[in-house]
């Protein structure tokens, strides 16, 4: 990657720093990252403030945010910059593993074969996961700009789904149930070994593992129409993050651990790996799953779906009061003072970044306010999720006037009315 391009030099460690291919765009969104901590360090600390604006802290305060309002626009280019490169990647990964786990079936067989001999249903199961296995490097190469063979279960905010990766898990299982069967009935002797086949298709045998089918696809249905309507009707906040991570399908869209997500990816997964085992045990028939473990399938889907219907919220204002230095006298609110907005939902999970922290807005009567940022050691002391500290500027007229927090979601608060005096 030398050369003229601004790519690695001597002393580097070689490393790429073109910023134009992925490792270029890695190193440059790492080293865009230390560059913003270091820059609200001093700011945190004090450092960096220009002389000149020493004698006014509104102005300081002002002239910070400002600063590292564009640092974290230039920050979250060098992500979007490392974020685009992404889908390749995953691409390559993914088939790699795809093929890799056809290999390793492969050779399975063949250990398991010495001294049984080779029979037509490790022809099967190896037919069958090497059919999956193309149809998932057609679907990578026809969707390669958006994750390729993943591109199924990422959502709208370009984080994994859990309810569709469960529901692509049955499917895949289910497939590669059916396509053994087939093979196997391709390559059957006489009538009644066709007819000992298709008994395993009987739904007396197969109907648990159907049923589980049916749960998934459900659930996975119900979750996006419940998640989407709440988007519009601005019940829920949702900010796409840069790019889908492993942790999505355990955790919620701030990246915390959440218990209905995990269990139901959890238990779904126990699922279809006792399925898969019951269907190398018994290649002839579909897996026969029991009904006690259909019924909890069902109770943890039921889980995941209250879980969704419940998340999140509108933000709300509960109190708007003045911003009281230590030392200052009990007065009313007036322009050019400080107000702290108090109430809940101010900081969308996700919406964590610097760049999204800084697209917060308040609306004071009919004038955009942006939400300054104030550094502390390690991160922002404002805006938090259930604070807010704004100037109240010079050209709101005094009076009744409505407050309004307008998140980086985009969703609004209900009015809040404060007596503005002169």
């Known amino acids: ?59 300081a305060r002002q002239w910070v945010s400002d600063e590292l309002t564009l640092s974290a626009r230039a920050l979250a280019e060098r992500a979007a910059a490392e974020g685009a490169g992404w889908p390749a990647a995953v691409q390559g990964r993914t088939l790699l593993a795809v093929w890799a786990a056809v290999v390793a079936l492969l050779l399975g067989q063949a250990l398991t074969a010495i001294g049984t001999g080779w029979t037509t249903s490790r022809t099967a199961g190896l037919t069958a996961a090497v ?6 490097t057609v679907a990578a190469w026809r969707h390669r700009a958006h994750g390729g063979a993943l591109a199924p279960v990422i959502g709208e905010d370009r984080r994994f789904s859990t309810s569709r990766a469960v529901a692509a898990g049955w499917v895949l299982a289910v497939l590669y149930a059916v396509l053994m069967l087939a093979v196997q009935l391709a390559a059957a002797s006489g009538p009644r070994q066709r007819r000992r086949l298709l008994s395993g298709l009987e739904l007396h045998s197969s109907g648990g593992l159907l049923s589980l089918l049916a749960v998934g696809c459900g659930v996975a249905v119900l979750a996006y129409g419940l998640t989407a309507g709440r988007i519009r009707s601005g019940r829920v906040q949702k900010v796409p993050a840069e790019r889908p991570r492993a942790a999505d399908l355990l955790a919620d869209d701030a990246g915390r651990g959440s218990l209905t997500d995990a269990q139901y990816a959890l238990l779904n997964a126990s699922l279809l790996a006792l399925t898969l085992v019951r269907l190398a045990t018994n290649p002839g028939q579909l897996p026969s799953v029991p009904w006690g473990l259909v019924i909890l399938a069902v109770l943890s889907g039921v889980t995941y779906l209250a879980g969704k219907s419940v998340a999140g919220g509108r933000p709300v204002i509960l109190s708007v009061v003045r911003s009281r230095e230590v ?30 922290l800084a697209r917060t807005v308040v609306r004071i009567g009919a004038v955009h306010v942006p939400v300054p940022l104030v550094p502390v050691a390690g991160g922002f002391a404002n805006p938090t999720d259930g604070v807010l500290t704004v100037p109240v500027p010079v050209d709101v007229e005094p009076g009744t006037v409505e407050v309004r927090v307008i998140t980086a979601a985009g969703v609004e608060t209900a009015g809040y009315r404060i007596d503005v005096r002169d």
């Open 1 to 59: 990657m030398g050369g003229p391009g601004g790519g690695g030099r001597p002393g580097d460690g070689g490393v790429c720093r073109c910023g134009r291919c992925p490792h270029g765009a890695r190193e440059g969104h790492r080293q865009a990252v230390a560059a913003f901590a270091a820059l609200r360090e001093d700011f945190a600390a004090g450092r960096g403030v220009p002389a000149g604006l020493a004698h006014s802290a509104g102005a």
């Open 327 to 356: 030392g200052d006298l009990a007065a009313p609110i007036r322009t050019g003072d400080d107000i702290e907005i108090r109430g809940t939902g101010f900081v969308p999970p996700g919406a964590g970044a610097p760049d999204r």
């Open 131 to 136: 059919v999956l296995a193309l149809g998932a």
